[in-house]
């Protein structure tokens, strides 16, 4: 019987098989064997001391032992967390290198900023949602006003008399402002600071007459200053006797919280994905971990990786209106 030559197209076909057959054990390793021997770097955008950096460091020792592997916290400030979102954006997908992504970079920054080096929808992979710290509106401590209505009474008599200070234009705080000075329609007069530490000393000083801050907790249970309502849906555990704006009368309420969550580069492996994720939720649920989140006034909220995308989604939507009403632009 005459020997027949395989068609070029079978060869090429077995040839592309077998490439894959030996390639098939290195892609498994590499997902099996992760961390393997080298670090982690968690990059916080932001410099040391503030609460992105202090919640990560937090998360950092615990995933570190879970994994096997030492987790390093790897500040990179600067432009508002954008120098090191966008050098982080240009890292391999390959799980050595997360970032703790924030409600300000990922969701804010977007419509603050004219040009970002990085895109929030396509270059990043959520990885695991950590923790969300709801702004709080507090007067100091012997302001004349001990409830949010007689706040709002005043600012109602005297339109654009009343301050709340922030910690620059388009931060956290002046938007929260914005927020309240849209939901109750009454003018307020917004005074911006080079820092949320100096505006709170003169809001403690008595020049301003009220801040909403995510920072403010250590003051509030202090004595310096007091709270009046809570920027949430529900109230915070850390102070379970604050209203919500919407039960202190504002219909609706306001919705401003600072979030925390881990993300990888776009394209992480999804078996990577998810074991960071089941790590990072079982840490979550650790009574030392969540008492420290509690003293930063944060909340957590375990998921999966497809509900931190999709809120991360929602959250970029949402304050596109929100900082258009806020009129403040960065370039």
């Given at each position: ?8 197209l ?10 894959l057959?030996s390639?098939a ?17 968690l ?5 040391p ?59 804010v ?11 929030p929808a396509k270059d990043f992979?959520?990885?695991a949602f ?15 006003y001990?409830?949010?209505?007689e706040?709002?009474a ?35 007069t ?32 202090g004595?310096t200053?007091?709270?009046l ?20 009368g504002v ?8 979030w ?13 994905t998810q074991?960071?994720?089941r ?12 008492r ?10 375990p ?6 995308q ?7 939507a949402?304050?596109?209106?929100i900082?258009?009403d806020s ?5």
């Amino acid at each position: 019987m005459p020997f027949h030559q395989p068609p070029l197209l079978s060869r090429r076909t077995a040839l592309a098989c077998a490439l894959l057959a030996s390639l098939a054990p290195t892609l498994t390793a590499h997902a099996a064997d992760y961390p393997g021997e080298r670090p982690i770097r968690l990059v916080v955008p932001w410099a040391p001391g503030g609460a992105t950096d202090a919640i990560a460091r937090v998360l950092a020792v615990p995933l570190g032992q879970a994994l096997g592997q030492s987790v390093i916290v790897d500040n990179r400030p600067g432009a508002g967390g954008n120098i090191g979102t966008g050098q982080f954006v240009r890292e391999k997908a390959d799980g050595y290198t997360l970032i703790m992504a924030t409600s300000s970079t990922n969701a804010v920054n977007p419509h603050l900023y004219s040009k970002l080096p990085f895109d929030p929808a396509k270059d990043f992979t959520p990885v695991a949602f950590v923790a969300s710290v709801p702004n709080v509106l507090v007067v100091r401590a012997a302001s004349p006003y001990k409830t949010l209505a007689e706040l709002l009474a005043a600012a109602r008599a005297q339109p654009g008399k009343l301050s709340y200070g922030s910690a620059g234009n388009g931060s956290s705080q002046h938007l929260a402002g914005s927020m309240l000075v849209r939901a109750t329609q009454l003018q307020m007069t917004h005074v911006p600071y080079k820092g949320s530490g100096p505006a709170a000393s003169d809001l403690m000083a008595g020049h301003l007459d009220m801040m909403l801050d995510t920072g403010s907790l250590p003051h509030v249970q202090g004595g310096t200053l007091r709270a009046l309502a809570v920027a949430s849906k529900k109230r915070m555990a850390a102070l379970p006797e604050v209203p919500t704006f919407e039960e202190a009368g504002v219909p609706g309420g306001i919705q401003a919280s600072a979030w925390y969550g881990v993300m990888a580069p776009a394209g992480l492996p999804k078996d990577i994905t998810q074991r960071l994720n089941r790590e990072i939720n079982k840490i979550l649920q650790q009574p030392a971990v969540a008492r420290h989140l509690q003293e930063f006034g944060a909340e957590t909220n375990p998921g999966t990786p497809e509900q931190f995308q999709a809120f991360a989604a929602s959250e970029v939507a949402r304050y596109q209106a929100i900082v258009k009403d806020s009129g403040a632009k960065l370039e």
